[in-house]
């Protein structure tokens, strides 16, 4: 059986966070990414008084300053693991970044079914989620996004490739990737039809993000 990436085979979290790699298995990288993507949040809406959900935050490689940069119970995460979140939690946050962060506020999730998260969310973000994902996963995350009221604003990433290409493509970054299995692209049409499609107006920004990743916001329209 293909799964559709890595993460869902079975015993992949437990292996990996028993090997101690709960860095390594969220793309390393693990201070360059903030440095590049947390200016980019702000750039493009984030501000010190949103309640953020962070989708697929895995063992909190953006969280960790996420967290610490907004108020005490602003930050929510989902991920396909809470053992990972949790993982993150106990090890890469200070003791004052704990306190604002409560446990609770860590939810496995693996259908973007979004459960336990409040009404109050502002900004949604997905960075590295749906470059491991068909096109379906977006497709089901935007819908169920839609039920929170207070919503502004959705920041998330994927990989792109020309309309029409049917085979293998190479990202900027080196990374090589596919319509049919992972690491998986889509086409800007593509991503902006599904984002209409679910009440949202998308746009594709021009910045170069770590693997070659394409930054998109999608506010309700």
């Known amino acids: 059986m293909r799964h559709p990436s890595p993460y869902h085979a079975p015993g992949f979290y437990d292996t990996a966070l028993a090997q101690g790699r709960h860095r390594d298995i969220v793309g390393g990288r ?4 903030p440095r590049i993507v947390l200016p980019l949040l702000a750039q493009h809406g984030l501000t010190g008084s949103d309640t953020l959900l962070d989708i697929g935050a895995g063992s909190l490689r953006l969280g960790r300053h996420l967290v610490a940069d907004l108020p005490a119970g602003h930050y929510w995460a989902t991920d396909l693991s809470r053992a990972l979140m ?3 939690w ?7 970044t704990r306190l604002k962060l409560p446990p609770d506020h860590l939810i496995e999730d693996a259908d ?39 919503l502004r604003r959705v920041i998330f990433t994927v990989f792109l490739a020309p309309e029409g290409t049917t085979g293998p493509h190479r990202q900027a970054d080196g990374v090589v990737t596919h319509a049919d299995r992972f690491p998986w692209h889509m086409d800007s049409l593509q991503v ?21 990743q394409a930054l998109f916001t999608a506010d309700p329209a």
């Open 112 to 150: 973007f079914a979004f459960p336990a998260i409040p009404d109050t969310i502002t900004v949604a973000l997905a960075f590295a989620v749906f470059t491991h994902l068909p096109a379906d996963h977006l497709s089901r995350a935007l819908a169920n996004l839609r039920r929170f009221p207070a």
């Open 86 to 88: 949790l993982k993150g």
């Open 30 to 33: 693990w201070d360059e990414t």
């Open 192 to 212: 902006i039809e599904i984002a209409e499609k679910y009440g949202f107006s998308a746009l594709n920004h021009p910045h170069r993000l770590p693997r070659g």
């Open 90 to 96: 106990e090890t890469e946050l200070d003791e004052d």
